[in-house]
């Protein structure tokens, strides 16, 4: 699409919004795989709508607080790419236009408010589990708050599991096949302390060396995609220099947000000096997600053998929206969950639909979450599977809610935590 | 009538050298940016609309408006305001209202359309059909009953548990609308054996341009005929009963990969020829099978100069085999390599790629013009080597593909309007409309006409029948208020340079 972007912003942020609006030819393909466009049905909350939108604000024909109704309902879940026939990098513009336009804004007291205590607690597990323990004696009072309050508790568990800290270095069982650093996450470590765990359960049983930097921190994906570039950065730069892609055969993560996170540093360090570009380009090229990188041991010489289940179990697998459209990982979880003797898989009606928890959306766009989270619970349900595994914790606690809530008994599990009980004999 | 219609190729006015108005053929024209917006001011009859309606039917602020400007080819005009109609009456009221205040209307589905059938052309009340959503099948009469919303690729997902199927198949019935393909009478594969969207139509609803509620069946004057492919110049069409049928039984893809375009196209004409009928009977050249690898990754054939992809179908296996190895034979006897899908599941990624070719394109170049020819089939292969060898010429990146089986072919000039001079764009367009016209053919299979093709019509149709069909358009819509400046040119507005 023919557009005066890059007359009005030169920098390498504005490059990066022109091209992605030159590569839209508004043919409209995006519509259906728009999980907002499914439920409102309304151009403007479409991703052809919001390029649309973006540009004209960008260009400055269209004042900011006219689209940003519409650019804040945006899930972030990039099912538009997948969709999109001409190659529009849309994450990319919404990521860089967030950025942009964030400093710009006025946004109300409370939401400022919950904004900072979202984006300063969720990368700091010691003070997010305080936060948790905290917030479920708050729990009881919900319906006497704000909806602006009620929604980021709903989010926390009922109980909070203990830590269970990691060495910073685990052995390979056996013959020594690979070495890894280990993205360890943040809300993660508190919400669901048992993905890490098997994670690394799972690698050293194949024979792989698994790394824990001490001085790792959060991905900043969440404050990437809110729009705090400053913070995001910060972040990037602790992990550029806590990882070293150099020493190690990947960098695993098992957080789909967060792996996608990584393999955006270079989108984010567009024009932070051309060196900096190259770490942030080297960094990102070794970032695997635990499926991938198992997929790939498997194809070089298979993986140690799973024990087979006591019974036939069916499996659903959920595709996490930044594994699926973001990072375009789809046949490897899948391939790895149909290995396991006695395990059938079956698929989600709708699954390319995000499930509405997206990083913070839950906080910031409760109903349309909640309208998500109860449609993909609906078509899990109608699946009749024993357990529902994907491999993203967001996605993962929005089901175990909604799922909950429609008073089904099906069990949430981490692709790896599956695996991991496969391999315990537990299934 | 229907002079525009899918593999017709009646004869039309073969004056040369006519330059389409810029405007009009391209997208993005800057001409029409911005009108009204910015003014906090709400225009009278979206004030009436609110009130009539309410403000949840109704959107006013520069930003959502401008939403309801474009198709999938060309920006247009900003609307005054937009009505989201949830009903037959809803559009009865919006319809009055604007008539009484003299705003011309537009009628909107997806917006995936690729003439510019619903982008605004001068500031208009846009009515979004997308909310009027409502759908339910007859398995014993065999039938759909649609609201204008429902979206095309819904109808055969809620006919399918009946044991049935709805055939047409634009390469955007994702996102497209039912009201939307009645209004362009829209095609697909599928409709070289099976017909268009017009050929499943038993009966139609409409609001004429007073407001007043329609319904049309096929007999006596076939009306509910006139307003199919008519798009939204005569009517609003709000609801529809369409015929369904049973899918076949089986069905056999193959893919073919030849040296050239024109040998593509003869294997066309003999397979043809030599009595098969093919369900889907597709064409891409090089360029347009790279631009798709480069999306999808499926495997197919870079270094062909062109590919076709065929389905046989039917109930009989043998027979649909038996027309297979007709097609199989015909390639290879004109230098293709033949592969057939051995799966379902590959047949379904072939297919996913040729619905992706035209958006595809935009990895080539930002801008484009299509063109929408349908030519004899007797003639294809010359056809396609001239506008081969046009674009060769023109040093322009030109492209080719399209339902060749119907002689429906969709050439594209791709163009980085930055870069390269949309002169030399138009002339070549032009020079390709004439290959088209010197071979006995005419030059909208099924996009619709829209203000894309308008200056083509001018040329296309003689003075006679172009009188008449403005006598149909001002006996339904005397004050033209119904998407003005689509489909049909003013008498004389024909350039002559």
């Known amino acids: 699409m023919k557009n005066e972007i890059a007359l009005h912003h030169p920098d390498a942020q504005g490059l990066l919004m022109a091209h992605a609006v030159d590569a839209c030819v508004h043919c409209g393909f995006c519509l259906p795989a728009c999980p907002t466009y499914q439920v409102l049905g309304d151009e403007m909350d479409s991703p052809r709508g919001r390029i649309i939108l973006m540009k ?267 594994l699926a459209h973001a990072q375009g990982v789809k046949a490897e979880p899948r391939a790895l969950i149909r290995s396991i003797p006695g395990v059938t898989l079956a698929e989600v009606r709708q699954g390319d639909l995000c499930c509405g928890s997206a990083g913070t959306y839950n906080i910031e766009q409760p109903d349309l979450a909640n309208q998500l989270g109860d449609l993909k619970a609906k078509n899990v349900i109608a699946t009749g599977a024993d357990y529902v595994v994907s491999g993203n914790v967001g996605c993962h606690t929005q089901l175990q809610s909604h799922l909950a809530r429609l008073g089904s008994p099906i069990k949430v599990l981490h692709t790896i935590e599956l695996l991991d009980l496969a391999y315990r004999g537990e299934l | 009538m229907n002079i525009f219609g899918r593999g017709k190729t009646s004869g039309n006015t073969s004056r040369e050298n006519r330059r389409p108005e810029k405007d009009g053929l391209m997208t993005d024209p800057r001409t029409h940016t911005r009108p009204s917006e910015g003014s906090a001011q709400m225009h009278p009859l979206a004030t009436e609309l609110t009130h009539a309606l309410g403000s949840r039917k109704v959107l006013v602020s520069a930003g959502e408006r401008r939403m309801y400007s474009y198709d999938a080819i060309q920006m247009g005009v900003v609307p005054v305001c937009v009505a989201l109609p949830e009903s037959t009456a809803d559009v009865v009221l919006a319809v009055k209202a604007a008539r009484a205040a003299g705003i011309p209307i537009v009628g909107r589905g997806a917006a995936s359309g690729l003439s510019g059938g619903a982008a605004p052309t001068q500031p208009s009340l846009v009515l979004s059909f997308t909310r009027m959503t409502e759908l339910s099948i007859d398995p014993v009469r065999r039938e759909a009953h649609v609201q204008a919303g429902v979206i095309t ?189 051995a799966t379902d599941t590959e047949a379904a990624s072939l297919w996913q790629a040729r619905r992706s070719v035209s958006p595809a394109l935009g990895r080539i170049r930002p801008q484009r013009m299509n063109e929408d020819i349908v030519v004899p089939r007797s003639v294809l292969s010359e056809v396609v080597r001239e506008v081969e060898a046009l674009g060769v010429a023109s040093g322009l990146k030109l492209v080719q593909f399209g339902h060749i089986g119907d002689g429906n072919l969709h050439p594209n000039i791709l163009f980085d309007p930055r870069t390269e001079s949309e002169e030399a764009v138009h002339a070549l367009a032009q020079q390709i409309a004439s290959v088209a016209i010197r071979h006995g053919g005419v030059l909208s299979g099924e996009h619709g006409i829209g203000s894309m093709k308008l200056e083509f019509m001018a040329e296309a149709v003689d003075p006679v029948t172009l009188a008449c069909l403005w006598d149909v358009k001002r006996a339904l819509d005397p004050q033209e208020r119904l998407n003005p400046g689509k489909v049909l040119p003013r008498p004389g507005e024909a350039r002559h340079d």
């Not at chain 1, 479920?136 to 319906?143: T, V």
């Not at chain 1, 765990?197 to 404050?223: D, F, K, M, Y």
């Not at chain 2, 889907?280 to 590919?307: S, T, W």
Request: hydrophobic share 40%; charged share 20%; aromatic share 6%.
């Open chain 1, 56 to 322: 004209e604000v960008l260009e400055g024909g269209l004042p900011l607080f006219e689209a940003t109704p519409h650019l804040d309902r945006c899930l972030g879940c990039v099912g538009c790419v997948t969709a999109c026939p001409s190659g529009v990098p849309y994450g990319e513009l919404i990521t860089s236009f967030r950025g942009w336009s964030e400093p710009q804004r006025s946004r109300p007291v409370i939401q400022r408010l919950t904004r900072a205590a979202v984006l300063t607690m969720l990368p700091r597990p010691a003070l997010f589990r305080v936060g948790a323990n905290v917030g479920r004696f708050a729990k009881p009072l919900a319906p006497l708050l704000p909806q602006a309050l009620r929604a980021p508790l709903d989010l926390l568990p009922n109980t909070v599991q203990p830590a269970q800290p990691l060495p910073e270095f685990t052995p390979a069982q056996g013959v020594r096949r690979g070495r890894v650093s280990f993205l360890s996450g943040c809300a993660q470590q508190v919400l669901t302390p048992n993905f890490n765990a098997a994670t690394v359960r799972v690698l050293s049983r194949n024979g792989v060396e698994v790394l824990i930097p001490p001085a790792q921190g959060c991905c900043g994906a969440a404050a990437m995609h809110t729009g705090a570039r400053p913070l995001a950065l910060e972040q990037a730069w602790r992990n550029l220099n806590a990882f070293a892609p150099d020493e190690v055969d990947a960098i695993v993560s098992n957080a789909a947000g967060c792996g996608a996170g990584l393999k955006e540093y270079p989108m984010l360090l567009a024009g932070e000096g051309a060196a900096n570009e190259v770490r942030a380009e080297t960094l990102a090229a070794k970032v695997r997600d635990i499926s991938v990188y198992l997929a790939e041991l498997s194809a070089d010489g298979g993986l140690e053998p799973f024990m087979p289940t006591s019974r036939p179990i069916k499996v659903a697998y959920h595709d996490a929206c930044h």
């Open chain 2, 153 to 341: 690729l819904a109808i055969s997902e809620a006919a399918r548990p009946h044991g049935l199927v709805y055939p047409p198949d634009p390469a955007s019935f994702r996102t497209s609308t039912i009201g939307g393909n009645l209004a362009e009478n829209a095609g697909g594969p599928m409709c070289f054996k099976y017909g268009v969207t017009g050929d499943y139509v038993k009966a139609l609803e409409f609001v004429d341009a007073d407001g007043e509620v329609h319904r049309l069946t096929r007999d006596a004057y076939d009306l509910a005929g006139l307003l199919i492919g008519s798009e939204g110049t005569l009517g609003l069409i709000t609801e529809a009963t369409l015929r369904l049928s049973t899918p076949a039984k089986f069905t056999r893809t193959l893919m073919s990969s030849f040296p050239t375009v024109g040998q593509a196209a003869e294997a066309v004409s003999s397979a043809i020829a030599a009595g098969a009928v093919p369900a889907k009977l597709e064409f891409m050249d090089q360029a347009c099978v790279n631009a798709i690898e480069d999306y999808l990754h499926v495997g197919l054939p870079r270094d062909a100069g062109a590919m076709l992809l065929v389905d046989t179908d039917g109930d009989d296996l043998e027979t649909v085999e038996e027309e297979l190895a007709l097609v199989e034979a015909a390639c290879q006897s004109s230098g293709g390599t033949v592969r057939r899908a």
